[in-house]
């Protein structure tokens, strides 16, 4: 831009070359210290509950990095992240088992108690945790669980038969939640969640010993639902959806406190400082995942906004898993950034005076589980 006028402006070729040299080593280092102090903080607290997911820089299954982020879900705070490259493991699929292993060993050989871990439904992550850590707790999301059965609602609600179904989608995915988190056991979880293929049918009393009638009053008038007719083919389909074996086996092991919505925000805010629009190097990527995690972090516990008046504030958002429907989100004060400060301040008293030893300090985290090939030793190899 600066060039279409003529005037004079920093090169991308200084640019990186600061990059590299001051701004890459000035965030890691902070993050390291910030980093230090959560996890002083989760040690001295007792046991963990854990929340991760991973998030590909690209949509599709062709993406080249993959970030896997660990958060501390009883403070809400980002207390790890891992950056993994596809050709690291092979490809990308197997790019989120590999980032939450690195994660969570990261935390245990640091003294962090983990007692849960609350995931989506990763095959390989439920391998890992079931043969190499049997002493912790896996829990699945109930957010990650509640989107999926809405999503096959919502196919199964396109065709001509079996449209009504569609009004059942969110009563389905609330019920779900609510079988969670009212739920003092997995197999409570499990009754309760069966119970919703005879209530669609406007059947209330249910073969189960522990949920053996739902809890609402009788229904009639405007609170009667358009219930499904049993035999028909949106009552047969739905609850074969509904009852579908993988899935009330999962219901069992469904979280029944914690959900990763958290995860979900702090993906949204990544956006911001690595957009998937944007190519980035590995130290790049890395170095911006850590920013954007200094920055929820400080502004993970603001408060709730209110008018001059004192009246709480509240918007309606229409967000895209939602598929045209709103809620009602309560506004937080303006986030602040003095994470930001503390990262110039570190650059221009300490890093730009003596660059050496941050450099190396985030070479040797930055590189720790990715080897560099030589340039000279990858052309001789070509020739």
């Not at 993994?84 to 790019?95: A, H, I, L, P, Y």
């Not at 969670?180 to 073969?207: F, L, R």
């Not at 028909?232 to 959806?241: F, P, R, V, Y």
Request: glycine share 6%; proline share 4%; with cysteine.
């Amino acid at each position: 831009f600066l060039g279409a006028f003529n005037v004079q402006g920093l090169s991308k070729q200084s640019f990186c070359r600061h990059q590299a040299k001051l701004l890459i080593p000035t965030v890691s280092w902070q993050w390291q210290l910030e980093q230090a102090d959560i996890i002083q903080e989760a040690t001295e607290s007792g046991p963990v509950t854990l929340g991760g997911d991973m998030r590909a820089d690209s949509p599709g299954h062709s993406a080249k990095y993959g970030s896997y982020t660990m958060m501390d879900l009883k403070r809400n705070k980002v207390i790890d992240i891992q950056l993994v490259q596809s050709n690291e493991v092979g490809n990308s699929v197997r790019m989120e088992k590999e980032g939450f292993v690195r994660s969570l060993s990261t935390l245990l050989e640091r003294g962090v108690d983990v007692q849960q871990v609350v995931t989506d439904r990763h095959t390989g992550v439920q391998k890992y945790l079931r043969e190499e850590k049997k002493e912790i707790s896996h829990y699945f999301d109930p957010w990650h669980m509640g989107k999926g059965i809405g999503k096959k609602i919502e196919e199964l609600g396109k065709r001509k038969t079996t449209q009504d179904v569609r009004l059942w989608k969110q009563s389905v995915v609330n019920h779900l939640y609510w079988s969670a988190s009212s739920s003092s056991s997995g197999q409570e979880a499990v009754a309760k969640w069966t119970s919703v293929a005879n209530h669609i049918q406007n059947v209330h009393s249910h073969d189960n010993a522990l949920f053996p009638s739902c809890l609402h009053a009788p229904l009639d008038g405007e609170q009667a639902r358009q219930w499904l007719k049993p035999s028909t083919a949106s009552c047969e389909k739905l609850t074969a959806i509904l009852l579908a074996p993988w899935f009330v086996k999962d219901v069992e092991k469904i979280s029944p406190q914690y959900h990763t919505s958290t995860l979900e925000a702090f993906h949204s805010l990544i956006i911001r400082f690595t957009p998937k629009s944007q190519v980035f190097s590995f130290k790049g990527m890395l170095s911006r995942l850590q920013i954007a995690a200094m920055h929820y972090n400080e502004n993970a516990a603001r408060s709730h906004a209110a008018t001059a008046t004192g009246e709480l504030r509240y918007a309606v958002v229409y967000p895209k898993y939602k598929r045209g429907d709103y809620t009602v989100r309560a506004l937080k004060t303006n986030p602040t950034a003095w994470y930001a400060h503390k990262l110039m301040d570190l650059l221009f008293n300490s890093v730009v005076m003596d660059p050496l030893p941050y450099r190396e300090f985030s070479d040797k985290t930055l590189f720790q589980n990715l080897s560099e090939p030589s340039l000279k030793g990858q052309t001789n190899r070509k020739l």
